[in-house]
């Protein structure tokens, strides 16, 4: 409980930060905040990189720590878990020199506040760890940020708590060696010749660049909405040079999605498709999201058509967290974000969810997948065909089993009022985890209304919805279905937090079938549904033998159309492999 007690002084830590940094009030900070953690300069040719690697006392070191924590029977085996100590946010997700670069918010046993740490991968599934990136001094904690690969060299924009946002570059082959650039904050949190208040908050900042000018978005809140109560803000600033930056104005317009409330930390803003935009951001009060829409390059203005959110619960315990996002290169982002515990572990906590692809099915809907080759982890494949799944009869599926397994499914609900997947199930039921599809019992379009007073026309394909006319009801799939992950009973262990359902609404198009592909990995489950929403959460069975998988329909049978399960490997070069 100490490792658990110690976790949440850290998160309430970080929040007392956000929310003083936020409100403009943090004063600069000019004591030394050196990093106790040791440092090392690498050589410029990869050849020469790699062999430093091979001998380096830190990478000695977080060897040995991942090593002892594998036997930890919670401890993700394919998803990113750091090799020593706390994790929080991931950062500055990138591509570079070939390979796909992974920064987080880490926390080095002898000096625990934030310093970056890496981990590199050459396909986003296997993670190989580097040293620690970028350290404290002059700021005291390195936070959140974004990086940008340019042809010669990345740039890393990044909070320094205690002095304002920060710029790092880095040109080498594993970007080892990082330089800051002028050694002080580039947008400071105080205007040294101007003491009244900013117009602008300096936290969690992204970049890109636009013709000869570099852009950044710093994370906020603004005192602008209904009663003057705070809504989402955040602030574009520009610059030539990187060091010397100029404040634009607000960058988002027509943000009628994000709640009161909500804050835009976090922020990478991206093109996707091929003419939209996406920001996707973390608000410390309801979680991961994002926008969509146009990016009017005249103004420098975002106009927001559409969004979405990426956890649809609170963060903690045991939910989704910030993201940390980049192009594919292929009209695509990249989007990867870290997942809070749910119960005390001993010398970790936090991991990262699978990297997923985020793309546009529509304009206005985005469709999410798995990234990278995942079935280079399968292993002991079992394979179902064409079966009827009973109404209101649990089917066990006893050749499938596991806790570290990938699952893909698909599935007729036919008029069946849910389908549910229970995975992680106990033989006698005494924990399992529930996965439930209901078929459109979400949202439906609404009222149109027409301009005559005292009418309004009802979609056709909404009647059935009000008369219950089952023969009038064309058009079907106007109403959204929803997927939830449930884990009251996935755990019989005292220590272990509940967590209330994860809801989340997709589109089944008529007379489409439902496909899963359901991620299990020790003590979190991945879903991602019809290529088009995810839900995840953290759980921990406190069963050996809490490894079944079984279906069940209720109201009408279902047909379950195939099921294919593998085993997977572990992305880790351990002892416990």
Request: hydrophobic share 35%; charged share 25%; aromatic share 10%.
């Amino acid at each position: 409980m100490k490792d658990f007690n110690i976790h949440y002084k850290l998160l309430f830590f970080i929040s007392i930060f956000c929310l003083t940094y936020i409100s403009g009030e943090a004063q600069a900070d000019n004591s030394d905040n050196t990093s106790e953690v040791p440092k090392y300069s690498f050589a410029n040719t990869i050849e020469e990189q790699e062999n430093q690697l091979k001998t380096n006392p830190l990478m000695k070191r977080l060897e040995k720590s991942r090593d002892e924590l594998a036997s930890d029977p919670f401890r993700p085996i394919y998803h990113y878990v750091n090799p020593e100590g706390t994790l929080n946010d991931p950062n500055g997700l990138s591509y570079w020199n070939g390979k796909w670069h992974l920064f987080y918010q880490a926390y080095p046993p002898e000096d625990p506040r934030q310093h970056w740490g890496h981990a590199i991968s050459d396909d986003l599934v296997h993670w190989r760890d580097l040293p620690y990136a970028i350290y404290p001094g002059p700021e005291r904690h390195v936070f959140s940020g974004a990086t940008l690969v340019e042809e010669d060299r990345v740039i890393a924009m990044y909070h320094g708590t205690g002095v304002g946002n920060m710029v790092a570059v880095s040109s080498d082959p594993l970007l080892l060696n990082w330089e800051k650039l002028t050694g002080n904050a580039v947008i400071p949190l105080k205007n040294s010749t101007d003491d009244t208040s900013l117009p602008y908050s300096v936290f969690d900042p992204s970049i890109w660049k636009k013709g000869d000018y570099y852009y950044s978005l710093s994370a906020g809140r603004s005192e602008t909405g209904p009663g003057g109560k705070p809504v989402r803000a955040n602030h574009l600033f520009k610059s030539k040079d990187l060091e010397t930056w100029e404040y634009l104005h607000e960058f988002i317009e027509n943000d009628r999605f994000t709640l009161i409330g909500d804050d835009g930390a976090c922020p990478y803003f991206w093109p996707i498709g091929e003419d939209k935009y996406i920001m996707n951001f973390f608000s410390h009060m309801s979680g991961g999201q994002y926008l969509l829409g146009d990016y009017d390059k005249d103004k420098d203005k975002f106009l927001v058509t559409s969004a979405g959110k990426f956890n649809h619960g609170a963060v903690s315990p045991a939910g989704v967290h910030a993201p940390s996002a980049t192009p594919d290169g292929k009209g695509g982002v990249i989007v990867i974000f870290n997942m809070n515990p749910g119960k005390p572990t001993e010398g970790w906590n936090q991991i990262m969810t699978l990297p997923r692809r985020l793309t546009l099915l529509t304009d206005n809907e985005l469709g999410q997948e798995p990234a990278g080759d995942l079935s280079s982890l399968h292993y002991d494949g079992q394979h179902i065909g064409r079966t009827t799944i009973p109404a209101n009869e649990e089917l066990v599926l006893e050749n499938i089993q596991g806790n570290a397994m990938e699952i893909s499914a698909e599935i007729d609900p036919k008029d069946s009022n849910l389908i549910e997947l229970d995975v992680l199930r106990s033989p006698n039921k005494e924990e399992y985890t529930r996965i439930i599809i209901y078929k459109e019992k979400g949202f439906s379009d609404g009222l149109n209304y027409a301009s005559e007073p005292g009418t309004a026309r009802m979609p056709e394909d909404l009647l059935p919805l009000v008369t219950g006319d089952e023969n009038k009801r064309e058009g079907r799939g106007t109403r959204e279905s929803l997927i939830s992950i449930e884990s009251s009973y996935s755990s019989i262990l005292p220590d272990v937090e509940v967590r209330a359902p994860e809801t989340a609404p997709f589109l089944l198009e008529p007379d489409e079938n439902v496909r899963l592909r359901v991620f299990i990995d020790k003590s979190v489950v991945e879903v991602f549904v019809n290529g088009k929403q995810v839900v995840a959460m953290r759980v921990y069975p406190g069963r050996d033998d809490s490894l079944g998988v079984s279906l069940r329909s209720r109201g009408k049978e279902a047909e379950l159309i195939s099921l294919d399960a593998w085993q997977m490997k572990s992305i880790y070069n351990t002892s416990e492999d």
